[in-house]
């Protein structure tokens, strides 16, 4: 199972390498974080390094700043460009 998961890396690391620049860490967010937190986060955009994602609320916020270390080295393997930091910002609506 191992070589599987090494396989679909490269898989990814290879299709995000080709988006184009400034689009790949929006693009592998829902990949990166998994579906469940995927189906209630949004990557808005990523610009200056940083990936701005919105969340439901306060607690989402709060979790998923603790996670932001695992996400950004998971984004920074699979993205052709370096991802400084992950801001999360709390939905408007």
Same mark, same amino acid.
């Given at each position: 199972?191992?070589? $599987?998961?090494?396989?679909? +890396?490269?898989?990814? *690391? %290879?299709?995000?390498?080709?988006?184009?620049?400034?689009?790949?860490?929006? &693009?592998?967010?829902?990949?990166?974080?998994?579906?469940?937190?995927?189906?209630?986060?949004?990557?808005?955009?990523?610009?200056? $390094?940083?990936?701005?994602? +919105?969340?439901?609320? *306060? %607690?989402?916020?709060?979790?998923?700043?603790?996670?932001?270390?695992?996400? &950004?080295?998971?984004?920074?393997?699979?993205?052709?460009?370096?991802?400084?930091?992950?801001?999360?910002?709390?939905?408007?609506?």
């Amino acid at each position: 199972m191992e070589r $599987a998961g090494a396989g679909l +890396e490269k898989l990814i *690391a %290879g299709t995000m390498r080709r988006v184009p620049p400034g689009e790949a860490p929006a &693009l592998a967010w829902p990949l990166v974080c998994g579906s469940k937190v995927a189906d209630r986060t949004r990557a808005l955009d990523f610009s200056n $390094a940083v990936l701005r994602v +919105e969340v439901p609320d *306060a %607690g989402w916020k709060h979790e998923m700043q603790n996670l932001a270390p695992r996400y &950004l080295a998971t984004l920074n393997r699979y993205c052709g460009h370096r991802v400084a930091k992950i801001e999360f910002v709390i939905c408007r609506s």
